[in-house]
């Protein structure tokens, strides 16, 4: 967790390490334990990173190549990703007030550090642009999803917003298009479908699994799904649909569409996992965050956001 005292660099806040108790026969400095703790970073960066003062104590003092290990005590870093590129895609603030921040995101930004991506976040993005180092999203979606992401400005009123994510009090809409297949009847499509989600073998997946709730696997992921329209493209026709979840499993939307044999286009994780690094962003996952709506657990007023993005017909096939 960073400190929000603090300054940001990039929008990135410090990150925290804590010592364990005793050792200091094991790491006579604290650059030994960071070294150790911390097997992907060299120890040379490390000793880099104290000597621009890059790594600071509890009191925000910077410490010293030399600075001995001290059990129990903390200190702050800020995450490095060297060389990380900048994403050509620019994220829009919908709405801002002294407790929200609502942003659309486009699609291939992370909404928060991970990996490769620290600098380009949706989350580092509006912390730099808006100054606010407490700045922490209610809710995610995933990096390929476009659309609507609300953050807590006020670290003491964000657990009042997350609670009613916790709860299912918040109502979203999402917009989404697949390629109607041969043989598959619209008529068919359930208005409501219900599921049970767990990891699959590759981490990157999940997968349904048959419900039991006497076996203790009760259904966990919801949806209500309306048709919007179809339209064809060359030889090709598309379902545009409006998929209301009443739960959050990850990557739920993805999982159960292709389980109903409408693969959501431009999805490179399912039904079928291609190679990591193979973004294409000119067909992009035809998956938008378009509404969200709930009732504001301190004015007790009702918010209402759309997101101004768009998801584009598919041109053609891919070759």
């Not at 048959?210 to 992921?221: K, M």
């Not at 409006?242 to 939307?253: D, S």
């Not at 399912?270 to 965050?289: H, M, S, V």
Request: with cysteine; aromatic share 8%.
């Amino acid at each position: 967790m960073g400190d929000s005292k603090l300054p940001l660099r990039q929008g990135v806040a410090p990150s925290v390490v804590a010592l364990p108790s005793g050792h200091r026969s094991r790491w006579p400095l604290l650059l030994d334990f960071l070294a150790e703790r911390f097997p992907t970073v060299p120890r040379e960066d490390w000793a880099a990173r104290m000597a621009r003062g890059d790594v600071l104590d509890a009191q925000g003092q910077a410490v010293a190549v030399d600075h001995p290990f001290v059990p129990e005590a903390r200190f702050h870093y800020w995450r490095e990703v060297p060389h990380e590129a900048s994403l050509p895609v620019q994220e829009q603030i919908v709405f801002e007030d002294e407790w929200l921040v609502v942003a659309d995101k486009p699609h291939f930004l992370p909404v928060t550090p991970k990996g490769k991506h620290v600098r380009e976040t949706l989350l580092s993005r509006l912390r730099d642009r808006l100054q606010c180092a407490e700045l922490s999203p209610l809710h995610r979606i995933d990096r390929e999803t476009a659309g609507l992401v609300v953050f807590a400005k006020q670290r003491h009123t964000r657990h009042s917003y997350q609670a009613l994510f916790a709860r299912g009090e918040v109502h979203k809409t999402y917009e989404a298009i697949a390629a109607l297949p041969t043989g598959v009847e619209l008529s068919a499509l359930p208005a409501h479908y219900a599921s049970r989600l767990e990891p699959a073998e590759h981490f990157m997946q999940m997968q349904e699994v048959a419900a039991d709730a006497s076996q203790g696997r009760p259904v966990n992921a919801r949806v209500g799904i309306q048709v919007m329209d179809v339209q064809a493209s060359g030889t090709q026709r598309f379902v545009r649909l409006a998929l209301q979840p009443a739960t959050g499993k990850r990557h739920q939307l993805r999982v159960q569409m292709a389980a109903l044999c409408l693969p959501l286009w431009g999805d490179r994780i399912y039904p079928t996992l291609l190679p990591e690094g193979t973004d294409d962003w000119a067909n992009p996952l035809r998956l938008l965050a378009r509404e969200i709506a709930f009732t504001d657990p301190l004015t007790g007023g009702r918010r209402h956001y759309r997101s101004a993005l768009a998801l584009q017909l598919p041109s053609a096939m891919p070759g």
